[in-house]
Protein backbone atom coordinates (compact mmCIF):
# COMPACT_ATOMS: atom_id res chain seq x y z
CA UNK A 1 0.00 0.00 0.00
CA UNK A 2 2.71 2.21 -0.29
CA UNK A 3 1.97 3.65 -4.06
CA UNK A 4 -1.07 4.90 -2.53
CA UNK A 5 -1.29 8.84 -2.80
CA UNK A 6 -2.47 10.80 0.66
CA UNK A 7 -5.26 12.94 -1.09
CA UNK A 8 -7.11 12.17 -4.26
CA UNK A 9 -10.33 14.30 -5.62
CA UNK A 10 -13.04 14.12 -8.12
CA UNK A 11 -15.33 16.11 -9.93
CA UNK A 12 -18.95 14.51 -9.95
CA UNK A 13 -19.93 15.03 -13.35
CA UNK A 14 -23.43 14.83 -15.23
CA UNK A 15 -25.25 12.52 -12.70
CA UNK A 16 -24.89 15.50 -9.87
CA UNK A 17 -22.91 18.47 -9.32
CA UNK A 18 -20.19 17.57 -7.02
CA UNK A 19 -16.64 17.39 -5.41
CA UNK A 20 -15.28 14.92 -3.21
CA UNK A 21 -11.87 14.61 -1.40
CA UNK A 22 -10.71 11.70 0.25
CA UNK A 23 -7.87 11.66 2.52
CA UNK A 24 -5.79 7.93 2.92
CA UNK A 25 -3.30 6.65 5.42
CA UNK A 26 -1.88 4.05 6.84
CA UNK A 27 -3.72 1.83 9.52
CA UNK A 28 -2.53 -1.40 11.60
CA UNK A 29 -4.82 -3.62 9.38
CA UNK A 30 -3.81 -1.92 5.67
CA UNK A 31 -5.71 1.59 5.12
CA UNK A 32 -7.50 4.52 6.51
CA UNK A 33 -9.44 6.77 4.21
CA UNK A 34 -11.57 9.63 5.45
CA UNK A 35 -13.59 11.32 2.60
CA UNK A 36 -16.20 13.96 1.92
CA UNK A 37 -18.78 14.48 -0.87
CA UNK A 38 -21.08 17.70 -1.35
CA UNK A 39 -23.39 17.72 -3.82
CA UNK A 40 -26.99 18.67 -5.46
CA UNK A 41 -28.66 15.81 -7.44
CA UNK A 42 -31.61 16.47 -9.32
CA UNK A 43 -32.05 19.65 -6.94
CA UNK A 44 -31.61 17.77 -3.71
CA UNK A 45 -28.58 19.15 -1.93
CA UNK A 46 -26.37 16.63 0.31
CA UNK A 47 -23.13 15.98 1.92
CA UNK A 48 -21.59 12.74 2.94
CA UNK A 49 -18.53 12.11 4.90
CA UNK A 50 -16.98 8.16 5.18
CA UNK A 51 -14.35 7.00 7.17
CA UNK A 52 -13.53 3.35 5.58
CA UNK A 53 -11.24 0.70 6.65
CA UNK A 54 -9.95 -1.63 4.60
CA UNK A 55 -7.08 -4.60 5.02
CA UNK A 56 -4.13 -5.07 3.05
CA UNK A 57 -5.86 -7.40 0.59
CA UNK A 58 -8.50 -4.37 -0.09
CA UNK A 59 -11.08 -5.87 1.69
CA UNK A 60 -13.57 -3.80 3.09
CA UNK A 61 -13.40 -3.94 7.24
CA UNK A 62 -15.76 -1.25 8.09
CA UNK A 63 -17.58 1.78 6.97
CA UNK A 64 -18.43 4.76 9.27
CA UNK A 65 -21.18 7.21 7.12
CA UNK A 66 -22.94 10.67 8.16
CA UNK A 67 -25.02 11.89 5.66
CA UNK A 68 -26.77 15.51 5.85
CA UNK A 69 -29.62 16.16 3.16
CA UNK A 70 -32.96 17.86 2.99
CA UNK A 71 -34.62 15.00 4.67
CA UNK A 72 -32.93 14.74 7.91
CA UNK A 73 -29.14 13.94 9.60
CA UNK A 74 -28.44 10.21 8.97
CA UNK A 75 -25.41 8.12 10.77
CA UNK A 76 -24.41 4.65 9.39
CA UNK A 77 -21.96 1.87 10.37
CA UNK A 78 -20.81 -1.31 8.59
CA UNK A 79 -18.85 -3.77 9.57
CA UNK A 80 -16.86 -6.48 7.18
CA UNK A 81 -15.10 -9.66 8.67
CA UNK A 82 -13.08 -10.44 5.72
CA UNK A 83 -14.97 -13.39 4.53
CA UNK A 84 -18.05 -11.90 3.06
CA UNK A 85 -20.29 -11.65 6.64
CA UNK A 86 -21.48 -7.91 7.13
CA UNK A 87 -23.30 -5.77 10.10
CA UNK A 88 -25.40 -3.19 9.65
CA UNK A 89 -25.44 -0.78 12.91
CA UNK A 90 -24.50 -3.84 14.71
CA UNK A 91 -27.11 -6.18 13.15
CA UNK A 92 -26.06 -9.05 10.86
CA UNK A 93 -27.08 -8.41 7.46
CA UNK A 94 -27.50 -11.60 5.39
CA UNK A 95 -28.71 -9.74 2.14
CA UNK A 96 -24.86 -8.87 1.79
CA UNK A 97 -23.35 -11.75 2.37
CA UNK A 98 -20.72 -12.95 0.62
CA UNK A 99 -19.55 -9.34 -0.36
CA UNK A 100 -16.23 -7.77 0.22
CA UNK A 101 -16.58 -4.55 -1.13
CA UNK A 102 -18.34 -1.12 -0.53
CA UNK A 103 -19.76 0.82 -3.10
CA UNK A 104 -21.03 4.50 -2.22
CA UNK A 105 -23.24 6.32 -4.68
CA UNK A 106 -21.74 9.51 -3.79
CA UNK A 107 -17.89 8.45 -3.96
CA UNK A 108 -15.93 7.54 -7.09
CA UNK A 109 -12.70 6.40 -4.36
CA UNK A 110 -14.75 3.51 -3.72
CA UNK A 111 -14.42 1.92 -7.11
CA UNK A 112 -10.72 1.56 -6.59
CA UNK A 113 -11.34 -1.44 -4.06
CA UNK A 114 -12.27 -4.10 -6.39
CA UNK A 115 -10.05 -3.24 -8.53
CA UNK A 116 -6.76 -3.48 -6.50
CA UNK A 117 -8.10 -6.67 -4.90
CA UNK A 118 -8.55 -8.45 -7.90
CA UNK A 119 -5.83 -7.58 -9.80
CA UNK A 120 -6.83 -8.89 -13.13
CA UNK A 121 -4.58 -9.46 -16.06
CA UNK A 122 -5.97 -8.24 -19.52
CA UNK A 123 -9.12 -9.89 -21.01
CA UNK A 124 -10.06 -11.44 -17.41
CA UNK A 125 -13.03 -10.72 -16.07
CA UNK A 126 -14.99 -11.02 -12.63
CA UNK A 127 -17.74 -10.49 -10.96
CA UNK A 128 -17.54 -7.80 -8.06
CA UNK A 129 -20.86 -7.38 -6.15
CA UNK A 130 -20.74 -4.70 -3.13
CA UNK A 131 -22.76 -3.32 -0.45
CA UNK A 132 -24.22 -0.23 -1.88
CA UNK A 133 -25.07 2.98 0.15
CA UNK A 134 -27.45 5.52 -0.91
CA UNK A 135 -26.14 8.78 -0.79
CA UNK A 136 -29.22 10.33 0.70
CA UNK A 137 -30.13 8.60 3.21
CA UNK A 138 -27.78 6.05 3.85
CA UNK A 139 -29.62 2.76 2.89
CA UNK A 140 -27.63 -0.01 1.96
CA UNK A 141 -28.45 -2.68 -0.45
CA UNK A 142 -26.59 -5.14 -2.28
CA UNK A 143 -25.19 -4.10 -5.81
CA UNK A 144 -24.45 -6.57 -8.39
CA UNK A 145 -21.50 -5.41 -10.68
CA UNK A 146 -18.93 -6.58 -12.78
CA UNK A 147 -15.11 -5.94 -14.02
CA UNK A 148 -13.70 -7.18 -17.36
CA UNK A 149 -9.50 -5.70 -18.17
CA UNK A 150 -8.94 -3.87 -21.30
CA UNK A 151 -5.81 -3.31 -22.85
CA UNK A 152 -4.37 -0.35 -21.11
CA UNK A 153 -4.84 3.30 -22.68
CA UNK A 154 -1.76 4.96 -24.72
CA UNK A 155 -0.72 6.77 -21.57
CA UNK A 156 -0.77 3.59 -19.36
CA UNK A 157 -3.83 4.26 -17.68
CA UNK A 158 -5.47 0.67 -16.56
CA UNK A 159 -9.00 0.01 -18.66
CA UNK A 160 -12.08 -1.54 -17.47
CA UNK A 161 -15.42 -2.47 -19.30
CA UNK A 162 -17.73 -1.64 -15.94
CA UNK A 163 -21.23 -3.55 -15.73
CA UNK A 164 -23.93 -2.51 -13.11
CA UNK A 165 -27.31 -3.98 -14.76
CA UNK A 166 -29.87 -2.96 -12.08
CA UNK A 167 -29.12 0.94 -13.03
CA UNK A 168 -28.33 0.05 -16.54
CA UNK A 169 -24.20 1.00 -16.15
CA UNK A 170 -22.29 0.13 -18.77
CA UNK A 171 -18.97 1.84 -19.19
CA UNK A 172 -15.05 2.20 -19.51
CA UNK A 173 -13.22 3.04 -16.25
CA UNK A 174 -9.82 4.58 -16.48
CA UNK A 175 -7.71 4.35 -13.84
CA UNK A 176 -4.69 6.28 -12.85
CA UNK A 177 -1.30 4.12 -12.48
CA UNK A 178 -1.88 4.76 -8.53
CA UNK A 179 -4.95 2.18 -8.78
CA UNK A 180 -7.72 5.08 -8.60
CA UNK A 181 -10.09 5.91 -11.20
CA UNK A 182 -9.57 9.10 -13.15
CA UNK A 183 -12.45 8.98 -15.59
CA UNK A 184 -16.18 7.53 -15.04
CA UNK A 185 -18.19 8.70 -17.70
CA UNK A 186 -21.26 10.48 -16.76
CA UNK A 187 -19.83 10.61 -13.08
CA UNK A 188 -16.54 11.42 -12.23
CA UNK A 189 -13.52 12.47 -13.56
CA UNK A 190 -9.92 13.16 -10.90
CA UNK A 191 -9.38 16.37 -10.15
CA UNK A 192 -6.34 15.80 -7.73
Given at each position: MEDVPRVAAWRHIDAREAFEVAFLGPSPSGLRIDGHTAAVEEGDPFAVRYAIQIDREWRTVSVHLWAH???????????????????????????????LDVDLEASAMTNAFPVRRLRLAVGAAADAPAAYVRALDLAVERLDQRYERLPDAPDGGERYAYGAPRFDTFCELVYAPDGFVIDYPGLAERAL
Amino acid sequence: MEDVPRVAAWRHIDAREAFEVAFLGPSPSGLRIDGHTAAVEEGDPFAVRYAIQIDREWRTVSVHLWAHSASGLYERRLDADGEGGWRVDGARAPALDGLLDVDLEASAMTNAFPVRRLRLAVGAAADAPAAYVRALDLAVERLDQRYERLPDAPDGGERYAYGAPRFDTFCELVYAPDGFVIDYPGLAERAL
